[in-house]
């Protein structure tokens, strides 16, 4: 399968404690995205960041890609409550411009 | 700005019946178009994706179909649902792969 893996697949923290999900992916990409989904609804689009950086921030959210290990972090700072919902990267693979693969996606719930 | 709509929000519709789940896009032109699917509590399967008027690339063989009779509508069908079909459907859009913008999705139900 050509879909990103991330890990953990579910995480439970409390309010004001950080929040960091990961993700890996198979090929090469143009860029990695990361989104949001809660419960029963679409996804959000939350941050971009291209093959050619490292670290990009938004907010409180801060993402970290490592190309060599193809590997990518998102890190949620002072969690809140209103957080809690479903992460999924997405990888924009050099080989087709025209698809994002998504990750299997990370459950996060912050208890208040 | 864009905005994206989809409908129905949910369906309960019986083994061997039609679908039709309809997508629109406003407030841009010649985007491209994507249908997934999600099974409860799992990622996202990409089930269809277009990039112009008539163009439909399948990703995954199945009992669905795709239509794009406009450029900014993007239908997916069925001529016979299966229980297999059953999920929740997602329609998006973006410029290219920049960030996708993601309707509120359908919930199916085959019975």
């Known amino acids: 399968s050509q879909q990103g893996e991330e890990d953990p697949q579910a995480l439970s923290i409390q309010e004001g404690e950080n929040a960091t999900m990961n993700c890996s992916y198979k090929t090469s990409i143009n860029n990695l995205q990361w989104y949001r989904q809660n419960s029963g609804r679409g996804l959000v689009h939350l941050i971009l960041?291209?093959?050619?950086?490292r670290e990009k921030h938004s907010g409180r959210l801060r993402v970290t890609l490592d190309t060599s290990k193809k590997s990518s972090s998102l890190l949620i700072t002072a969690s809140r409550a209103a957080d809690t919902a479903s992460y999924f990267c997405?990888?924009?693979?050099?080989?087709?411009?025209?698809?994002?693969?998504f990750g299997t996606g990370t459950r996060l719930q912050v208890f208040p | 700005s864009q905005t994206i709509h989809q409908w129905p929000a949910t369906l309960v519709q019986p083994v061997g019946s039609p679908l039709s789940l309809e997508c629109t896009v406003e407030?841009?032109?010649?985007?491209?178009l994507y249908w997934y699917r999600q099974a409860a509590g799992r990622g996202l399967q990409l089930l269809f994706y277009?990039?112009?008027?008539?163009?439909i690339s399948s990703e995954v063989p199945q009992n669905l179909s795709a239509s794009r009779p406009q450029d900014r509508q993007f239908i997916l069908s069925s001529k016979k649902l299966l229980l297999s079909d059953s999920g929740f459907y997602l329609c998006?859009?973006?410029?290219?792969?920049?960030?996708?913008?993601f309707g509120s999705g359908t919930r199916l139900t085959v019975v």
């Open positions: 998006a859009w973006s410029p290219g792969n920049y960030g996708y913008t």
């Open positions: 997405a990888t924009d693979p050099i080989y087709n411009t025209d698809k994002l693969i």
């Open positions: 407030g841009t032109s010649n985007p491209n």
């Open positions: 960041i291209r093959s050619n950086e």
């Open positions: 277009s990039v112009g008027i008539g163009q």
